[in-house]
């Protein structure tokens, strides 16, 4: 299973994410639900970086079976925040889709 967490502020505004695990719908490389999973996470941090032009921190491990995680350095803009709500809500339309046994996100405030 993926599992996707996320983390607010006291003031509601997102300050982490991470994404960690396999999705085992089906073989390694023919998986679209981690496909479709990695291609929201990524997708978010690099438009983060290179369009937004956030100050974040990413930590990538492949070797540990697939963890990601982004921490924004200052508090994120309102662009930024609106990303992320777009990247939760295809990890909803995932969900929807094909099952909560495959993926799961949480939301943290702190």
């Given at each position: 299973?993926?599992?996707?967490?996320?983390?607010?502020?006291?003031?509601?505004?997102?300050?982490?994410?991470?994404?960690?695990?396999?999705?085992?719908?089906?073989?390694?490389?023919?998986?679209?639900?981690?496909?479709?999973?990695?291609?929201?996470?990524?997708?978010?941090?690099n438009c983060l970086q290179d369009l937004l032009?956030?100050?974040?921190?990413?930590?990538?491990?492949?070797?540990?079976?697939?963890?990601?995680?982004?921490?924004?350095?200052?508090?994120?803009?309102?662009r930024a925040c609106f990303l992320i709500d777009?990247?939760?809500?295809?990890?909803?339309?995932?969900?929807?889709?094909?099952?909560?046994?495959?993926?799961?996100?949480?939301?943290?405030?702190?």
């Open positions: 299973m993926i599992r996707v967490q996320i983390r607010k502020d006291s003031k509601g505004l997102y300050r982490a994410f991470s994404c960690r695990g396999h999705a085992e719908y089906s073989e390694a490389g023919s998986d679209i639900v981690c496909a479709g999973v990695s291609a929201l996470v990524i997708n978010t941090i032009h956030e100050a974040v921190v990413v930590r990538a491990d492949e070797e540990s079976g697939g963890n990601i995680s982004c921490e924004f350095r200052n508090a994120p803009g309102d777009c990247m939760i809500y295809g990890f909803d339309w995932i969900i929807r889709q094909y099952g909560g046994k495959y993926l799961r996100y949480e939301i943290k405030e702190a």
